[in-house]
């Protein structure tokens, strides 16, 4: 149920019956007080501006051709030309009642649905995964969950850093390895393993040299230096892999399309752009001249996609990926999510794919850019010795502090209950630290904050989860609660039931924006109400009509239902006990 587009169709069409040109559409927002209703038409004022006619009096033509029979209580006037809807109670616990028991809680699915290319966690291999990967993961993630729950068909591409110099560097300090020992090789540090093979590459030229040799066989497809790169890739992917679970991710081997997968695709490309007049020679490299990026003298953003010497670049493997995602997988829409400082990048690459045919105009085109995480101090995230934070070491400091708060407000669960709890509580808290903040902004980490259970915070909304569950245990094990009829009396009911409704429109706006932090508002809002509700609105107690009792346990219902599904498409488990 999408109540936005339902309100917007209607006064539409009798905007169009009062004669006013289809250029002024309703312009339809939520209202911010319930005073002035539930939604406000706000298409009046600029039509009358055009039209130079009153305000007041368009928006009373308006309303004498808005039919909201039966969705509607009333329609008023107000201020300069203010429509205000009042929704229906009884619409609104129509709306109720048929959440509590769809599946797929009356969202639509999309219609016509698109193909959505998402490219989102891209570890570079040669390095362990860092905190810095942590935005990209969860943000593409979720918005990979939430377009398919919308009925999109979504691929996911993880556009690993798999090929390039450094791997000759790694790949024969891994020969090294390998010959000094006849056990299997484990690579249990990556980091380590690579700060290891820069040390040689630095102060050994013979091993330098090895390298540089390395990296030569392998563009030229030598079969055992290949087979040395993908034993290397493939315990490289196996760390990510173990991380992508612990964090709930829905990324798996069959997603991964690295840079390594475009190599043969590289030179044709810079061939075709040349062909097309899109690049030139300059100083030995290819390069295509953007009088979009002009700077403020007038000189063109240089964009180059071939180095002097011949070696390519990540923009000529974009390139590559961008031909791939729409001739191959038929993309309608790409996502791509890395931080902001990689913007003008991007631009390039997109207006460089117009230009050269790769990327029609019907196909959309986003980066989705994200700010930094950042300490107390107001500076990128680091450890106290000033290193590169590593996820994994993130993930296990989280669930250690969840344990011990854990232990404290719930002795009475058994030591594997109590671990569970924790591991839901701890990667939840994680990722809804970041995901309920606006993508673009930099934020703050703070361990006390995202574990807290009360708040904006994945602990408090899990715990609005179990609370519900506990009512229902208490209520006893029917379900003949789901056939009983909702009735909004109280004040209370009638905003959660008008929360629960717009759980769509939120959604859309998501899928929209690529803003996840929009859905995590919502379900604060709704968690509130339903603690608001439980404190006004008895349930289980003695005396209360039996009748009350059953449309409240369906409200209720509802509630966790949407709960759930909402945590569930940012990636976050709920637990029945807490």
Not at 169 to 174: N, R, S
Not at 193 to 219: G, M, N, S, T
Not at 404 to 426: G, S, T
Not at 493 to 506: D, G, H, S, Y
Request: hydrophobic share 40%.
């Amino acid at each position: 149920m999408n109540i936005r587009a339902l309100l917007s169709e209607k006064v539409a069409a009798a905007m169009a019956a009062a004669g006013i040109p289809a250029e002024f559409g309703p312009n339809l927002a939520l209202s911010k007080n319930p005073q002035f209703g539930d939604y406000q038409a706000n298409g009046a004022m600029a039509a009358a501006k055009a039209m130079k006619s009153n305000p007041r009096q368009i928006a009373d033509s308006i309303i004498q051709h808005l039919d909201l029979t039966g969705l509607a209580d009333k329609v008023e006037i107000a201020g300069p030309g203010f429509i205000n809807i009042y929704l229906s109670s009884a619409w609104l616990a129509g709306i109720s009642e048929e959440i509590s028991t769809d599946a797929h809680l009356t969202v639509q699915a999309a219609e016509p649905a698109q193909t959505i290319v998402i490219d989102y966690s891209a570890p570079n291999l040669a390095k362990e995964m860092h905190v810095g990967h942590l935005r990209s993961t969860i943000i593409g993630d979720a918005m990979a969950r939430l377009s398919e729950f919308l009925g999109h068909r979504v691929v996911r591409q993880n556009h690993i850093g798999d090929w390039g110099t450094q791997f000759g560097m790694l790949i024969a300090e891994l020969e090294e390895t390998l010959s000094e020992t006849s056990q299997s090789f484990q690579l249990k540090d990556l980091e380590s393993f690579y700060q290891q093979a820069k040390k040689h590459f630095d102060e050994d030229p013979a091993f330098a040299d090895k390298a540089r040799e390395y990296v030569v066989r392998l563009q030229r497809g030598d079969e055992g230096v290949y087979a040395l790169w993908q034993q290397f890739i493939q315990l490289s992917l196996a760390h990510s892999e173990e991380l992508y679970e612990r964090l709930n991710v829905s990324l798996s081997r069959e997603d991964v399309r690295g840079e390594s997968y475009y190599n043969d695709q590289l030179a044709s490309t810079v061939a075709d752009l040349e062909a097309k007049g899109l690049v030139v020679e300059d100083q030995g490299a290819k390069v295509a001249f953007l009088e979009e990026f002009a700077d403020k003298d007038g000189k063109p953003g240089a964009y180059i996609v071939q180095k002097q010497g011949g070696g390519f670049l990540y923009a000529t493997t974009d390139l590559a990926a961008m031909q791939f995602r729409i001739q191959t997988l038929k993309a309608d829409r790409i996502l791509i999510f890395t931080d902001a400082r990689q913007g003008l990048h991007f631009k390039q690459l997109f207006t460089l794919s117009r230009k050269a045919g790769y990327a029609p105009d019907a196909v959309e085109l986003v980066h989705c850019a994200f700010g930094m995480m950042m300490g107390a101090d107001g500076k990128p995230f680091k450890t106290r010795s000033g290193g590169t934070v590593k996820l994994a070491e993130l993930v296990d400091e989280a669930i250690e502090r969840s344990e011990k708060l854990v232990a404290e407000k719930n002795p009475e669960l058994d030591a594997e209950q109590q671990q569970e709890v924790a591991r839901k509580v701890a990667i939840g808290a994680v990722k809804y630290a970041d995901l309920s903040k606006t993508r673009t902004n930099d934020y703050v980490f703070n361990w006390d904050a995202m574990l807290s259970f009360e708040g904006n915070t994945a602990p408090y909304l899990q715990y609005a989860y179990t609370r519900i569950q506990s009512i229902f245990r208490k209520a006893g094990e029917s379900d003949a609660y789901l056939r009983a009829a909702i009735v909004l009396e109280h004040e209370q009911e009638r905003a959660l039931a008008l929360k629960l409704a717009q759980f769509e429109e939120v959604l859309l706006q998501v899928y929209r924006e690529a803003m996840p932090h929009s859905l995590c508002a919502y379900l604060y809002d709704l968690a509130g109400l339903t603690m608001s509700f439980y404190e006004n609105c008895a349930i289980l107690k003695e005396g209360v009509d039996p009748a009350v009792r059953d449309s409240r346990l369906r409200l209720s219902h509802g509630v966790a239902s949407t709960l759930r599904c909402g945590l569930d498409l940012l990636g976050i488990e709920v637990m029945e006990r807490m």
